[in-house]
Structure formats: C-alpha cells, structure tokens
C-alpha cells in the first residue's frame, strides 16, 4: 500500500508541475507577442521553441512518455511519425516556396492573367 | 429532397449500358444461384459475418480478382480505341467516355485490386507466419474489409448512377475542381477512395500492432520470416501516409461542397499544394504495394532453392532503408512543375539512392538461387519474371529520376510503361506467386502446375509486347490518355503491336482462372498435405484445413526458420507447450452494416442528399457506441474440443 | 479475478492502448498536413482580411487555458480512476467535460462572428486553411465529449469494470493529446499570425 501511495503523490506531483509548466510557458509566449518584446523572425523562432518545450512538457508530465518500460513502443512510433511529420511539413513549405519564388511571387490565378496578357502582345 | 439525383443519372451511352447490364445480370445470377442452393444463411454465418482473418483475407482476394477483371476490361476498352479508333473520329467510345475509363482504371487497379490483394494476402499469412491465432483487433479488421467493399461499391455504382470521374487517377485540380468538372465523377472518386483509405488505415494500425504484440514466443525481432519484415515496412507507410491522403481528400471535397478555395484558382487556393500532398502520399502508396512482393519472393526464393536466405540482415536493412527513403522522393513526380534546378537535383538523388537498396535485394535473391537445387515451380517463375521486368522498369525509373529526360519524356507512354513495368512486373507477378505458393496451405490441393505455366508464360510474353511499344511510342512523343492522333505520325502500328500484347495478357488471365476451376474440380487428384512445399516459416506448421484457431498450442521457437530446424534437424528436443482453452471472437453483422452505412453516407453525400447522409452518420455512431459497450463477445474452446478437432484434421492427436 | 484472466486483461490493455497511441499517431500526420496547407495557404488572403486583422489574441489565450486546465482535470480523473474512487472520478470528469464544452463555445463563437462580418472560409484561400484547421481539431473536441458522455453514461450504470477502466485510459490519451495539437494551433496561427 506504501509503495501504491507513493505511486500515487509522484504520478500528482506529475500532473501539477505539468501543468503550471504548460502555463508558464503559454504566458511567456503570450507577452512575447502582445507586449512587442521582440520581433521579426527572432520572435517567430522563440515562440515555435516555445511550443516545443511545452510539447515535451507534455509528453514528459501528462502522457508519461518517460516511464515507459522496454522495448518503448511509444516512443519508437512517436520518434518515426515526428521524422515524417517534420519530412513532409519542412518538405512542402520548401517545395511550394521555390514554385511561388518561380513564379515571381504571383498567385497561380494571377500567372494566369499574366500568361494570357502576354498571349495577347502576341508572345 | 433528393438532392442532384434525377433520372438524368442514368446511362446513355451503349458501352456503359452495356456495362451495367452485363453487372447486373452477374449479380442476378449470383442472388439467384444463393437463393437455388439454399446457400444464403452459410453465406451470412460462415463468410460475411466471419472475424476469421483466414476467411476475411480470401473475402479480399475474391473482391480483388473481380476488380481485376473490371480494371482490364477498361484496359481492353483503352488499348481498342487506341489501335483502332484513335485515327479516326467515329469509334464506339466517345472522349468523356474514353477519359472515365482511364480514370477509372488507374484508380480500380490500385486501389481495389492492388491494395484488395494485399490485405488479402496480410489477413491469410501475418497471423500464421508470427505463430499468432488470430490479429489484434479482430472486429476492426472486419471493419475495414467491410469499408474496402464500400468503395469499391461506390466506385462501381458511378458506372449505373451519374458518371465517374474524367480527371485521370490522381484527379488533379483545377480540373477536378467545380468550376471544371460540376458533376459527380470527382465525387465519386474522393469518397469511394476516402472510404477505401479509412479502412486501409485501420487495417494498417490493427496488423503493426499484431505483429508488435502477438509473435510466438521466442520469436524476437531479427527471427521474424522476412516477409513479416517487408510488411512492417508497408504498414508504417500505410499508417503515416494514408492520413496525408484523407486529409488532401477531404480538402478537395470541401472545395467541391461548401465552396472553400484550397486548390481552386480563384481567391488565393493553390492547386499545386494538391499536387504536392496528393504524392506526399502517393510516393509512399507505391512502396507500400511493392515492399509486400518483395517479402513474398524472400519468401519463395529460399524454399524452392532448399537454401536459407542470403544475407537477411542486409535484406531486413534493405527494407527499412526503403521504407524511409520512400517518404523523401515524392517530388520526381511533378518535377515539370516548377520549383527550381536546387529541388529538382535533391529529389532526382534521392530517388537514384533508393535504387541502391532495391539492388542489394536483387543481388540477395540471386545469391540466393546460387549453388542451390532449383526447382522451377510456377511460384518460382513468376520470381523469374519480375527479376526480369523489374530490372527493366527499375532502369527506366532511373532514367526518369535525372530532372532533364523527365523533361522530355514526363507525361508521355515512357511514364506510363515504367509504372506498368513496376506494378505488374514488380506488385502483380509477386501477388500471383504468392497465391500459386500458399494456395494449397488454404485449400490442401495444388493449383495444377502446366496450366499456370502456360498463364504464366502468357502473363510475360503479352506484357512485353504490350509495354515495350509504349517505350518506344513514349520517346517519339505520344502523350499519355490520348483518345485520338494524327495518322501520319505512324504510330498505329506499335499501338496495334500493344494491343495485340493487351490480347496475350487477356489469354492469361483466361489461363489463369481455367487453372482455378479445373484445379477446384480435379482437386482429390491434386490433394497434398500440410506442407508441400518443404517450407521454413510457421504457416506451415499448421494442420490443413487450417483450424480457426491457427495453431493448438504455441510452443516457443527458437530458430529464425523454426520450422525448417525442427523437421532437419532429429537431435532437437521440440519443444512443447500445455494445451489450454482458447479464446476465439464470435461472429458479428456490425463490420457489414458498418459498410452498407458507408455506402449510403458516401451516396448521399455525392447526390447532396444531406438528410440521409445525417441520417446514416447518426445511425453510425450509435452503432459505434453500442459495439463498444458489447459484452459477450468470444467463444471459448474446450480442450477436448480441440483434442478433438487436432486428430480429426491431423490424424493424430496433438 | 483469477491470475490468468488478470494477465489476460493486461495484454489487453497493452494491446489496445498501444493501437490507440498508433492511431494518435496517424492522426499527427493529417493535422500536419492541414498546418502544411495552413502555412502555404496563410499569405494567400486573396484581398481579404489577414490573420492579424482578424485574430484576437485574449480570446485564444483563454481558449489554451481553457483546454490545458481540463486536460489537467481529465490527468486527476484518471488518477482517481487508479485509486478506485468512482465519486472524484465522475466529478473530475464532470469537470473536464464542462471544460471542454466552454472551450468548444467559444471557439464556435469566434467562428459565429467571423462569419457575420463576411469572413467566411468561401472569402479566402487563408481562411479555408483557418477554418479547416481548427474546426478540424474541434470536431476531435466534439467526439471526445461525445466520447466522455457515453462512459460517465456507463460508469454510472456498471461502475468500474476492466472494460470502462480501458477506455478511459484512451480517452486520457485522446484528450492529452487534443491539447498537444492545440498548442501548436495557437502558436502557430494565432501567435505568429499576429505576430507576422
């Protein structure tokens, strides 16, 4: 009964750090952006780390990821999806970001009245 | 009330009324020989019903060999037009006609053909290749079978009611979008495959998870069969790129219901971000059809050259290299589009280095084979086949992964030969082999050798008639899904060459299906036991007919190829292990009405009959809810009982 | 319960949640395609507003405390669970869900009054983007209250069985990581889009 007791106040204990955690780095974020500390791509990179601080928050306090006994399921699988995930999103934005830098910054709707103004010069 | 749906929704064409009838009356028969036979409650009881991977994995084969009939009858009907009619502007098949059918078969044979023979095959051999009685969710794998049916009803439904899509397999936008295709094709097309990809999702989480959770004991990772492996591989891109493809899906979908501007070309959408998602799922959707074959020749090679496998931790790396790399190439596919000399050349590289792991296999099987007492089965020949055909598409496909030929020769019959070259060469040669290799473990009889050689030399011949042309076609410039050329290009006659292979290929398939049924009717002269092949993996261990629990009592194992030792090797002491009562699920109807329900939540929500799709959602999640919260769900076997059974089907006891 | 049964209801439970955690894991990749869309998409305003015209940045905030405090609640539900306690259980659930359906109003709401000043997702590329993304993650919201409802339903009626003991766990797992996805939500498209 001790030892389920102990189980108990840790796995608590777990939960309330997890949460003023989470809260304290959605308030640092929050007056990151409304009180204009920083700017430009600095800000846009604090707050995204930020969010990946809380993320492992997260995971750590509220899905207990770290107290997971072998072979680690979870984590394996958690591991593999974040690889494709960050393959997939980073691929995309960088794919579509050299097609619209191709197109000279024009919306495909855009290129097109482009294509057919041109059309007409007799091009 | 009824939303778009009037009387205009049915068939005006000859062809398609052709096609209806003729399905029709298939149907008809089918109903009329069940009701004749007296033959519906077994029906019901022992088929439909059944959460017997066994039972539910041949449900799958029978879907995907009538799709396959339906997906080459649209191929006959392509090859026609096009070595006949395409000179001329009075053949049979008009050019909306001409471009559902394409559509229509590049969509059929992935989806329903491709991916319906691999869960088929997954359901009959992962659980008994692991030593396992059963998959881990065995209600959801009913579910997703049921699913998988629904989209291929919906999908042959849009040949009766409306029209299917006219904007190739892929349905790239703007076409696909309302301004250019206000009918129903398109929708048609994303819910029949949105249904379908549901289910294979599941399908795809339920089997990792059996294979995670449920191997034999003593079975650890590197003393799984490879086959186990190659699935791993497919099933992790099944699990992370079928979402990808749901989400695109329902994207497209909504632009074509509430008016949202994702991939329109108006107000800021951007069809090219379809483009590139529908191939983040689709590079992947590739691998996850070939990484299977690739298992099943590990499988064969091995057995029918009495050698182990040669090198299987280079071939388990092999696999896994595959299976990552397949995730980093997808943009070789829209290379034309646009974004620059810098991605073009990353994606090009990374689409040669997955070359590398695909020949460290071939150079495994082929060492393999070395020195070994060859047999020359019909399963082997099929192995022999795609070595051949493989290598061929796997050249051209490296050929189309340097930016500048696929410059020249992208949307032309060289891309549409290559993949034909990968997916029957490579996917559709591996299936056949497999189902000539494990059909007498399901059924305890042989297919009758001569006749699949003769399908199997048909199958080869017919389709190097009919690809190689479209090489050639392809580099003198004939686009792909053309309905009509100039005649003073001089291409009829490597068309008609193609279509005269299309014929060679339609007489193995007829070769094919003759061997099946005489088989079937000679089948006490073709009688064998439980392992007639000499085999190495614990799907062989079972008695056949194979109980429904698989296996009495799960015995640990110790080798790679358990199996194998045991029969060869007398000095072992077998181990054993207690016979206890099993656990096996009871039949339920829930998988079947989950799939009728889908059937209609995806009719009406292609007509617009939002009441009834409303109504179908609600009645589904009640259904949900009350499956949830069943009780009573297992039926559990006595000892005697399978005392009983064990002697009744070995002749011995247990 | 006998000890066979008990490690039968184990590997159950092993077995069950491992699938869930897979299925969460599917689930990461779709919502990573609707943010790949959302970020392609976000400058795509097409003459309409964009997200720092139209975002309010207290609403949001309140909305994330809203959600990480009931996935705090829906974490002592399942602590309760552990001790057997089925009256703190059914009241930390009882709380979770009240959460939740206020962090579901509000956002509806700020759908309601975007679309009442003609910012609808018909308006933009950006807003179809807006719009799908966080609906979709509010229709995960919507099926786990539903989800919530129907085992309080059960808890009532059958108490604490295996059966019930399982599926909260999942919907520990479920609502969790409903508030990992919306963490990104308000990073990535209120804060930056304010911020940008």
Redesign the interface.
Known sequence: MARRDND?QR??IN?VV??LA??AL?FC??VL??GHIL?GIT??LV??G??LV??LV??LF??HMADESRPR??LV??G??AM??V???A??????Y??N???MGM???QK?TYMTTQKDKGF | MWGRLSLDALPHDMITIGGVVGGGLAILAGIAALKYFKKWRWLWTNWLTSLDPKKIGVMYLVVATVMLLRGLADAGMLRAQQAVFATSDNGPISADLFQQVFSAHGTIMIFFVAMGALFGLLNLIVPLQIGARDVAFPLLNSISFWLFVAGMVLINLSLAVGEFSTAGWLAYPPLSGLQYSPGTGVDYWIWSLQIAGIGSLLSGINFLITI?TMRRPGMSLMKMPIFIWSVIGCL?LVA?AFP?LTATLSMLSLDRTIGTHFFT?????????YV??IW?WGHPEVYILILPAFGIFSEIVPVFSKKRLFGYTSMMLALMAITFLS??V??HHFFT????A??NAFFGIMTMVIAIPTGVKVFNWIFTMYRGRVKFATPMLWFMGFVVTFTIGGLTGVLLAVPGIDYQVHNSLFLVAHFHNMIIGGVLFGFFAGVAYWWPKFTGFYLHEGLGKVAFWCWLIGFLVAFLPLYALGLMGAARRLDGYDASLGWQGLFIVAGVGMVIILAGVFFQIVQAGYSIWKRDELRVGSDPWDGRTLEWATSTPIAEYNFATLAPVTYRDDFWEQKHRPELKKPTALIEPIRVPKNTGIGVIVGLLAVVIGFAIIWHIWWLAIIGLVTTIVLIITATLREDTERIVSIDEIMAKEKRLRGTSA | MSTPRLIEQKFLDYKTS?GF??YL??D??LF??L??TY??LHA?I?GGPSASDIFE?PMA?TE??IL??S??TC??AL?AL??NNLKQLIVWLGVTYILGVSFLTIELSEFGSLIQAGHSWQQSAFLSAFFTLVGTHGLHITVGLLWLLVIVGVLFKRGITPKVKRQLMLFG?FW??L??VW??I???VY??G???
Do not use: K
């Open positions: 108990y796995t608590l939960y997890g949460f989470s809260l959605t974020a929050y952006v409304s700017g800000l846009l707050i995204g930020l969010a809380q993320m997260q995971l509220f899905l399921f979870r699988s958690f593999f999806m494709i995930l393959i997939v999103v691929g995309s934005l960088w794919i579509m050299h097609l830098y191709n197109m919306s495909p709707s097109d | 995670f992790l992370f990808i070309s108006e107000m800021g959408g951007n069809p090219m971000m590139n998602l983040a995730f980093t997808w943009l589009m646009g974004s620059g810098n991605v | 491992s955690w897979l894991m599917t990461c990749v990573a395609s943010f790949a970020a392609v795509a097409a940045l905030l994330t405390i990480l405090t996935s705090f974490g002592l602590l552990r001790h797992l969790h990581f508030d990992l963490i990104f308000f990073t990535v804060l930056m304010v911020a940008a």
